[in-house]
C-alpha cells in the first residue's frame, strides 16, 4: 500500500486550521506520541511510516521520508506520522472536577502544555473560548505529549457554558485577585484563565463571583500562562475530595 | 550613526553559543523586553532600531528593516534589537532562598519561562549543571520576557554547587519520590529540576537526601519541567519566610 497523491496534498494541508475543520482531521507526529495514540484508541484514518517502523506499526502505510517531510511540520521530520480523526465532544454537565475555562488563550505550546497538565491532575475536561487557539493546531499537539487524545476540548461561548454549570461559582486569575492560598475553592469552582498578554477580557471578568492571584514577591510582570494555570490546577487538587 | 558591515556580521553570528561566547555579547529583540533592559540598567554595546522608534530609543543606531532582519532570530523581525553583554555574575552564598538547580534542561524555552517564574517568586539566582542549554540563547531571552536581566545563571558542577552549600539539604524532582505536600521544606533546602526527557542523572540523583513529587491523579506520564518548577516555587514560597 502506498499513499496518492491527492492524499499526500489533503495531508499536507492540514497545517492550516480551516483545512482540518473541512476535512474532521489532524496531524500527530513522532513515535512516542503515535504509541499513545494507538494505546488511547482514537480514531484516526491512516498512519504513514518509514519502512524501518513497520514492525512497530504494523497498520502503517509504508512512505519514503520525502513523502513523511511533506505532512511534517518539523524542521526535522519524524519517521511516523497519524492523520487522527477529530472527534465530537460531548460536555459532561455532571462533571465533579473543578471547571476550567480558557479566555483566548493564544500560543498553541502555551495550550497543548495546559492540556498535558489537565491531564496529570485528572481532569477530563477542559472549556475554551471561541477565540482560543485550535487545540488539534500541530504545536498544541506536540506540547500535549499525547494528553490530546485523553481530554475534551470544548469550544464554548462564556455565556452558553455558564448556563450548562448555573450553580457553580466563578473564579478568575488576575493579577489583583485574592491571594489564592486564602480562598476556600470548592470542588463546584469554574477557574477562567486568561489570554498571555492581556489576562482576561473585560466582557468576561464582569461577569466573575471572583477572582484569584498566585502571590509573588519578585520583579517579573506575570507568570507563564501555563506555569500559572499549573499551580492552579495544583491548589485545586488539595480541595478536591476525589484526590 | 549608521551600523558597519563588520557589525553587522558580528551582531548575526549571535544565533550560535560559540560566538556569544566570544564576543561575551547576546541578543535581545523587540520593545518590551528592550526597554526592560534599560529600566534594569544592564549593560549593553548597543541598541539598533528602525526610524520610527527613535523617540523611545534614543541612544539606538537607527537601522534599516533589513539589517535588523539580518540579526533577528524571528520570522517577523521587530523593529528593536540590543546586543547586551555578558555579565559575570557571582554566586551569593549567603541566600536565605531555597536554592534551584537545573540539571540539563535542554529547552531554551523551558529555561526561560523558568527563569521568568524564579523572578516572580523572589528568586536572585539560579544553578545550572554545564549541559544546561545557555541561557542567552535567544528563545531562552525571549521567553524570559526580561527577567533574565535580574536573574543570575551560574553554570556549575553539582559537586562545585554542594561544596559552596555544605548545609543545604539536598531534594530531587522524581516520579517516585515523596508527595511534596506532606514534605517539610526548609528555606536551607537546594530543589534539583531534572532534564524534559530523562529527569535528573543518576550521578546526581545518587548523591540527593531525598525526593519529592507533584502528586498527580491522571493519566499524562510527567509534567512540563517549567511548570513543575512552577509548583515546586509556589510551594517553597509557602515555607519561605522571606515572603
Known amino acids: 500500500m502506498t499513499i496518492s497523491n491527492n492524499d499526500l496534498k489533503k495531508y499536507s494541508s492540514l497545517n492550516r486550521k480551516i483545512k ?11 513515535e512516542k506520541i503515535c504509541k499513545e495514540l ?13 519502512e524501518d517502523l513497520q514492525n512497530e506499526f504494523p497498520l502503517a502505510t509504508v512512505c519514503s521520508r520525502k513523502e513523511i517531510a511533506r505532512i511534517s511540520h518539523l524542521k526535522s521530520p519524524s519517521n511516523v506520522i497519524a492523520i487522527c480523526k ?5 460536555i459532561n454537565s455532571k462533571d465533579k472536577k473543578p471547571l476550567i475555562f480558557l479566555d483566548n488563550v493564544n500560543d498553541p505550546g ?3 502544555t495546559i492540556i498535558r497538565t489537565l491531564d496529570w491532575f485528572g481532569y477530563k475536561q477542559v472549556f475554551c473560548s471561541k477565540n482560543t487557539v485550535d487545540c488539534f493546531n500541530n504545536k498544541s499537539v506536540m506540547s ?17 457554558f455558564q448556563k450548562i ?3 457553580h461559582v466563578t473564579y478568575g486569575t488576575s493579577l489583583n485577585g485574592e491571594n489564592i492560598d486564602s480562598i476556600r475553592l470548592g470542588t463546584n469552582s469554574i477557574i477562567v484563565i486568561g489570554n498571555e498578554s492581556n489576562g482576561i ?17 519578585g520583579n517579573a510582570e506575570s507568570l507563564n500562562v501555563s506555569v500559572a494555570t499549573g ?13
Open 20 to 30: 482540518r475543520k473541512e476535512y474532521q482531521l489532524f496531524v500527530v507526529e513522532g
Open 38 to 50: 494507538l494505546k488511547n484508541d482514537f480514531e484516526f484514518e491512516s498512519i504513514l511510516a518509514t
Open 86 to 90: 477529530i472527534p465530537t465532544y460531548k
Open 110 to 112: 502555551n495550550l497543548g
Open 144 to 160: 500535549s505529549m499525547g494528553s490530546i487524545f485523553r481530554i475534551n476540548c470544548h469550544y464554548i461561548d462564556f455565556d452558553e
Open 165 to 167: 454549570f448555573p450553580q
Open 201 to 217: 477580557s473585560k466582557k468576561i471578568m464582569d461577569k466573575l463571583n471572583n477572582t484569584i492571584r498566585i502571590p509573588g514577591v
Open 231 to 243: 499551580i492552579v490546577l495544583n491548589e485545586l487538587g488539595k480541595i478536591n475530595p476525589q484526590k
